[in-house]
């Protein structure tokens, strides 16, 4: 599976991006994608993850602002992140699996987020 994350960039707090994600090489629609992010010095965190069911989960810091989708007719799946502040200035990473649980062995090339105050 190849991923190909786009979207980053510069915004000010409370702004609002959508980062995105392409996947090819494997049937799309069967994938569990995820996003996660990784703040310098910081270790990587969970961002939201969306079953091939359509079933999401949220981390603790991003909920009722970031929302995760995914379009299985154009293979990408989405981060629509909205109500930013600096605290969630990151690379952000997509990441796949075939398995519902477990590691992601997929990962993609992680997109730039930067928030300024």
């Known amino acids: 599976v190849q991923l190909q994350a786009s979207g980053g960039g510069l915004v000010q707090a409370g702004g609002s991006l959508r980062l995105s994600c392409a996947a090819s090489?494997?049937?799309?629609?069967?994938?569990?994608m995820a996003w996660f992010r990784q703040a310098p010095g910081e270790e990587r965190e969970f961002v939201a993850v969306?079953?091939?069911?359509?079933?999401?989960m949220y981390g603790d810091s991003v909920k009722g602002r970031f929302t995760i989708s995914r379009d299985n007719v154009k293979n990408t799946v989405y981060l629509e992140m909205n109500s930013l502040t600096p605290e969630d200035t990151a690379v952000y990473y997509c990441a796949a699996r075939s398995s519902i649980s477990g590691e992601f062995p997929y990962w993609g090339q992680g997109t730039e987020v930067t928030v300024s105050s």
């Open positions: 090489g494997r049937t799309f629609s069967r994938l569990n």
């Open positions: 969306i079953s091939w069911g359509f079933g999401s």
